[in-house]
């Protein structure tokens, strides 16, 4: 069976390039080229979100900032990054594709010290992530690789959109009631998120 068309859509989507120098796998299952680049580089992206959100709860830990629930709840969200990871590379190799291992980007949160701000940089990784997932979706759907779409939606992009929804909720609140940088309700806050995400069915 020949291999679609690897024209691609005009997205942000992490794409591995050092696959075109790869030998393909023989066992690949219909897995197209395009598509197996871009699960390599959002693979990628999923753990630089796990290094981001790590490097976040090391800073809450800080003794000049000692918030030890805040931490917590960054590195409890870290390693469920980290299993999205894992687990989109285990999808890449059961479809006979390959994983390139690359540089972890520097995390780029250090000047974060507060909750709100936190929350906040939270709040857009998780909407990055959502939207290259949303991306890699349609581009195994364009690619003729419908099992690929499916499984992005069903176990990647499913169960991140009510917590992206939750915490975008919850960010308002925070500044409705006037919570600045400075982590005035931090505590309160970081409480009442976790308590939320654990009713919701999604933490």
């Given amino acids: 069976m020949a291999e679609p068309s690897t024209k691609r859509l005009k997205t942000n989507l992490p794409v591995c ?14 897995l197209p080229t395009a598509v197996e680049e871009s699960l390599c580089g959002v ?13 976040l709860s090391q800073i809450f830990e800080q003794d000049d900032i000692a918030l030890p629930r ?19 590379m285990d999808y890449l190799c059961e479809r006979g594709g390959q994983y390139c291992n ?19 940089f939270l709040l857009v990784q998780w909407k990055d992530e959502m939207s290259v ?30 917590r992206v929804k939750l ?15 400075q982590g005035t309700l931090g505590e309160y806050l970081i409480d ?7 009713s919701a069915g999604v933490a």
Avoid: W
């Fill in 133 to 162: 997932l949303v991306d890699l979706s349609l581009l195994a759907r364009q690619n003729s690789d419908p099992h690929s779409a499916s499984v992005v939606k069903s176990r990647f992009l499913g169960p991140l959109v009510p």
């Fill in 17 to 30: 390039k050092t696959h075109r120098a790869c030998v393909g796998s023989k066992v690949k299952q219909n």
């Fill in 192 to 198: 009442r998120l976790q308590a939320e995400l654990t």
């Fill in 70 to 88: 805040v931490a917590a709840f960054f590195h409890q969200e870290s390693g469920k990054e980290q299993e999205q990871a894992e687990a989109m």
């Fill in 102 to 120: 690359k540089d972890i980007q520097k995390p780029g949160c250090e000047q974060v010290c507060a909750v709100l701000p936190a929350l906040e």
């Fill in 167 to 181: 915490l975008g909720d919850l960010l308002t609140n925070a500044r409705r009631l006037g919570c600045g940088p």
């Fill in 43 to 55: 693979s990628t992206l999923l753990l630089e979100v796990a290094y981001r959100l790590e490097a």
